[in-house]
């Protein structure tokens, strides 16, 4: 649709609500750099015809055009800094809702896995559910049961190499702690960051009843892995035989 003079779009009609949509995919810090950038090119506008002697060279009409310009630069700037300040409030209330809801991940997490480790067989359930958590694919990823299994196994002695540095109990603290970080991520992944539509509960939930599941087979394909981390245990600083 065409526009007629009097209707065309100016700098003065922008609200900050259409540079917010136009703006949509940057940040408040974006929009703080194209601020800076704007102001500098306004007041270098602006010098150029009052400072460096050459709007003399120009006319009255050139020298008004360039100050119209700057104006218009000024205008826009202004639409963009209080589309920035809004932006941040909304940068903020997302990070405090999502900083909310990954508190109650973790919360829960340490509810649904305690995971005492005060005595061998406490330590023990650390690698059953290791074992169970990697098989239901959200501990460690990244390697297959198969692969997970044979790193649990290499860990339940020391390296000779590095003997001097390990113990059972380092290894289980650390095994505990990833297990913490990995549920905690994953009853937190499906959270939109637009919306918000979460349900931390439902997603614990849904992965407790596959550990459940899978738990039984799972440890009684893995019983040499825990025969060799029992032996570990009781023996905490020399390892398997």
């Not at 997970?148 to 113990?167: E, G, I, N």
Request: proline fraction near 5%; aromatic fraction near 4%.
């Amino acid at each position: 649709m065409a526009h007629t003079p009097s209707d065309r779009p100016t700098a003065a009609s922008i609200t900050t609500e259409q540079v917010l949509n136009v703006t949509r995919y940057l940040t408040a810090k974006e929009l703080r750099a194209y601020q800076g950038k704007l102001t500098a090119t306004s007041k270098e506008l602006d010098r150029l015809i009052d400072k460096t002697g050459l709007g003399r060279l120009m006319g009255l009409e050139e020298q008004e055009l360039i100050r119209q310009a700057a104006g218009l630069v000024r205008t826009i700037n202004l639409r963009i800094e209080h589309a920035k300040e809004k932006k941040q409030r909304e940068e903020k209330g997302r990070a405090d809702r999502f900083r909310a809801l990954d508190q109650q991940a973790h919360e829960l997490t340490q509810q649904a896995h305690p995971l005492p480790i005060e005595t061998p067989e406490q330590q023990l359930e650390v690698v059953r559910t290791a074992l169970v958590l990697n098989q239901a694919r959200v501990l460690q990823i990244y390697y297959s049961p198969r692969e997970f299994t044979a790193k649990l196994r290499l860990s339940a002695k020391p390296d000779p190499q590095k003997a001097h540095d390990w113990s059972a109990s380092r290894e289980i603290h650390y095994l505990r702690s990833e297990i913490h970080q990995s549920v905690r991520d994953h009853i937190n992944s499906s959270l939109n960051l637009e919306t918000f539509s979460h349900d931390i509960p439902t997603n614990l939930a849904t992965l407790q009843a596959k550990c459940d599941e899978l738990r039984p087979q799972v440890l009684a394909q893995e019983a040499e892995t825990i025969r060799l981390w029992s032996e570990a245990l009781a023996n905490p600083q020399g390892g398997t035989r």
